[in-house]
């Protein structure tokens, strides 16, 4: 499997598993190893590390969507790869909430520094980071 191949499967595994915390702790260890740093913005979720950090993403993460309601989809899914490293671009579309009859869209890039065939370090860069705050205040 090529390091794009392992990002999409990563994708699929964590769009698949949000709201299901024992099917994301039991999958997880095929993507990271318990050094693995992902890394939010500081205003998001921050520095997190280990199945602990990505656990408490997953959890932030899941009971934003599940507070607020809102369903997303993903596209444009752009891949570049240079040896070991990985950016994988894309763009969401969030459904209507209060505030955003029409929905709203964002990108964001992803920086997947692999070690020893898992994700050693993801680097998450949003578009625009406060108004992602924004719309799910």
């Known amino acids: 499997m090529s390091n794009i191949e ?3 499967a990563y994708s699929t595994f964590i769009e698949s ?10 999958k997880l260890p095929h993507y990271i190893t318990d050094e693995s740093v992902l890394a939010e913005p500081d205003s998001l979720f921050g ?6 950090g990505w656990n408490q993403w997953r959890t932030a993460a899941a009971d ?4 607020t309601g809102v369903r997303f989809v993903t596209g444009g899914s752009q891949f570049f790869e240079n040896g070991d490293t990985v950016l994988h671009y894309y763009e969401i579309d969030f459904s209507a909430r209060e505030g955003y009859p029409g929905g709203w869209r964002t990108s964001i890039i992803e ?3 692999f070690a020893g065939g898992k994700i050693g370090k993801l680097t998450a ?8 705050l924004k719309y799910f205040s």
């Open 111 to 113: 920086r997947y520094d």
């Open 47 to 52: 520095r997190l590390v280990g199945f602990n």
């Open 6 to 8: 392992f990002v999409q």
């Open 17 to 26: 598993t949000m709201l299901d915390e024992q099917a994301f702790l039991a």
């Open 125 to 132: 860069y949003y578009a625009d980071t406060t108004a992602f």
């Open 64 to 67: 934003m969507a599940m507070r």
